[in-house]
């Protein structure tokens, strides 16, 4: 079973790419992020018709997370148990479509977008990591109950956990920049901690590995990227990993994605 998971930054801006890119890459199960439509505005046709069952969460323009399947998909959940919501300046909180699930082919699929802490001391910040902690104990929660579960967390999580996944840590550093602070990095290696594993890095090593360019400043061509989109296997599904690689080539030309696709092959 091969699976995928990729921040398509407007499904609608990029349907025709995401179709054909469905059709090259033979994904059984795709996670997408970033969809920012409704569920009423999401391009259902897309999936419907090159054979995927699809499901979406979108609450507005913004955010909204899919996942589309070939090999079933039951058990749909909108957003992980007591997940954190936001509201700025105060404002009273509301719910953002970050989280879906569906079972696929026997695997707990979770494309989860992960909020973007902006600045370290902006208020997103603390948003970000208290929507990590609570779900890195449901995690852990699942885990101890089935200790066989076959789980993947899938999707932009917003931190390059290594100091190899930016192109210039130093610079990072220097001005002070998210996705690399000590607190986002710890609440990431709690999840290694509770016995997920990264799937893709023993498969695409090294620095200069990313999956995410943005679009100002020639960052693609410049090789200017980070590696933020991860698959985080249970025990059991981490067991099943036969190889994956990141699919740059989805990365270039009109009308890309600023993120590129992810991908994971399961025995």
Same mark, same amino acid.
């Given at each position: 079973?091969r699976i995928?998971?990729w921040?398509?930054?407007?499904?609608?801006?990029?349907?025709?790419?995401? @179709?054909a890119?469905l059709?090259?890459?033979d994904?059984?199960?795709?996670?997408?992020? +970033?969809?920012?439509?409704k569920? +009423?505005?999401?391009?259902?046709?897309?999936f419907?018709n090159?054979?995927?069952?699809?499901?979406h %969460?979108?609450l507005? !323009?913004?955010?909204?997370?899919?996942i589309?399947?070939?090999?079933?998909l039951?058990?749909?959940e909108?957003?992980?148990p007591? !997940?954190?919501?936001?509201?700025?300046?105060?404002?009273?909180p &509301?719910?953002e479509?970050r989280?879906i699930?569906?079972?696929c082919?026997?695997v707990r699929?979770?494309?989860l977008?992960?909020?973007?802490?902006?600045?370290?001391?902006?208020?997103h910040?603390?948003?970000k990591?208290?929507?990590?902690?609570?779900?890195?104990?449901?995690?852990q929660?699942?885990?101890?109950?089935?200790?066989?579960? !076959?789980?993947?967390?899938?999707g932009d999580w917003? &931190?390059?956990p !290594?100091?190899?996944d930016?192109?210039? #840590?130093?610079?990072f550093r220097r001005?002070?920049l998210t996705h690399?602070s000590t607190?986002e990095?710890?609440? %990431?290696?709690?999840?290694?901690?509770?016995?997920?594993?990264?799937?893709v890095?023993p498969?695409t090593?090294?620095?200069?590995?990313?999956?995410?360019w943005?679009?100002?400043k020639?960052r %693609?061509?410049?090789?200017?990227?980070m590696? #933020?989109d991860?698959?985080?296997?249970?025990?059991?599904?981490?067991?099943?990993?036969s190889?994956? %690689?990141?699919?740059r080539? @989805?990365?270039k030309?009109?009308?890309?994605?600023?993120h590129?696709?992810?991908?994971?092959?399961?025995?």
């Open positions: 079973m995928a998971t921040n398509v930054n407007s499904m609608r801006a990029r349907a025709d790419r995401v @179709e890119w059709d090259r890459s994904v059984d199960v795709l996670a997408l992020q +970033e969809t920012k439509c569920d +009423e505005n999401f391009p259902w046709e897309v419907e090159n054979g995927y069952d699809v499901a %969460f979108g507005s !323009q913004w955010n909204g997370v899919a589309a399947s070939r090999v079933g039951t058990d749909v909108r957003t992980f007591d !997940q954190p919501s936001f509201g700025k300046g105060g404002k009273d &509301i719910q479509a989280a699930a569906a079972t082919g026997g699929i979770w494309s977008y992960v909020p973007n802490g902006r600045a370290l001391e902006d208020e910040m603390g948003y990591l208290s929507w990590l902690r609570h779900l890195q104990v449901h995690a929660t699942w885990l101890a109950e089935d200790p066989q579960a !076959q789980i993947a967390l899938m917003n &931190i390059a !290594q100091d190899e930016v192109w210039d #840590i130093e610079l001005q002070g690399v607190p990095r710890e609440v %990431f290696q709690t999840f290694l901690d509770s016995g997920f594993a990264d799937v890095r498969h090593p090294g620095p200069g590995v990313y999956t995410y943005d679009y100002t020639l %693609f061509p410049k090789k200017e990227g590696r #933020i991860f698959v985080l296997g249970s025990p059991a599904l981490s067991e099943r990993v190889s994956a %690689f990141i699919d080539e @989805e990365r030309g009109k009308g890309a994605s600023d590129a696709p992810v991908v994971v092959e399961l025995d």
